[in-house]
């Protein structure tokens, strides 16, 4: 898998790994909640999340733990095994319908995504994809999003289904560092929530946040550099909010670089 060659002065940056659901995309409101409810309907089943109720249930990692989560409040009387099979069954049918989705309405790029991944690209880092998401879900979302297969610009892509543990676990992030052959202190995480974070972190990874709509208000104590996107908007700091990026300037590889540097404090 190496084929770094460094951006010039910044020998330690050698990998980005990103998240995929808010992170390279605004996927969560656009794409899975309507395939969530979708597949309810279509197994009859009286049960419908409004936005509300999405973000309540978002502090469950992962599709199918989220539904069965769900089962339990709704299926008290249900036992663990039709619990565990009825999820599985909704998740399958939820994925199904992610893929008649994707068809219809592609989602876009993140602002400021398409242009970190040229760079990274053109300046020789490995790029992978560690998420919670279906890989399956993954490659083809961002296959239509990049406008070119996926596999030309990514190295590597973990998902969910690949890992025993999801999210806030590191699995996801120690599979993509094995499979970059990167050292955990050259790769910078992009993730945009507090699970993503806390997953990134236990992985060893210097992390940078690019929140969205769903997770502006969560607390990124432990983060680098905390954005509202990666073409950033002036109000962009870290935690303590010692560091600015300038109104109008996009992240770039020389701020990743510096968050790297001897001098940088890592969690």
């Known amino acids: 898998m190496s084929r770094v060659s460094t951006p010039q002065g910044c020998a330690q940056l050698q990998g980005l790994i990103f998240d995929f659901d808010g992170t390279l995309v605004d996927s969560e409101l656009e794409l899975h909640l309507p395939a969530f409810n979708q597949a309810f309907a279509d197994a009859g089943l009286p049960w419908h ?6 973000l309540q249930l978002l502090a469950v990692p ?3 733990q989220r539904i069965r989560a769900w089962i339990e409040t709704q299926c008290p009387d249900m036992d663990t095994k039709g619990r565990d099979t009825l999820a599985t069954e909704l998740h399958a049918a939820k994925n199904a319908r992610i893929q008649q989705r ?3 309405h592609p989602l876009t790029l993140r602002p400021g995504v398409r242009t970190l991944l040229t760079d990274a690209q053109h300046n020789g880092l490995c790029l992978g994809i560690a998420s919670t998401a279906h890989s399956k879900t993954i490659e083809s979302t961002m296959t239509q ?3 070119v297969d996926v596999w030309t610009i990514f190295d590597c892509i973990v998902g969910g289904n690949q890992v025993e543990r999801v999210k806030p676990a590191p699995d ?3 599979k993509a560092l094995q499979q970059l ?4 202190s050259r790769v910078i995480a992009i993730e945009d929530s507090q699970t993503g974070l806390a997953a990134a972190r236990a992985a060893g990874l210097v992390t940078v946040i690019s929140r969205n709509t769903l997770t502006r208000d969560e607390d990124f104590t432990g983060a680098a550099l905390v954005l509202n996107e990666i073409a950033p908007t002036g109000d962009e ?3 303590d909010a010692s560091e600015k990026i300038p109104a109008g300037r996009a992240l770039t590889l020389e701020h990743l ?3 790297l540097s001897p001098g940088h404090t890592r969690f």
Request: hydrophobic share 40%; aromatic share 10%; net charge negative.
């Open 49 to 54: 999340w409004d936005v509300p109720r999405y």
């Open 62 to 64: 992962g599709g199918r």
């Open 102 to 104: 994707l068809e219809q």
């Open 145 to 147: 999003a990049l406008e």
């Open 172 to 174: 996801v992030y120690l």
């Open 181 to 184: 052959q990167l050292d955990e």
């Open 237 to 239: 700091a870290t935690p």
């Open 257 to 259: 670089c510096a968050l």
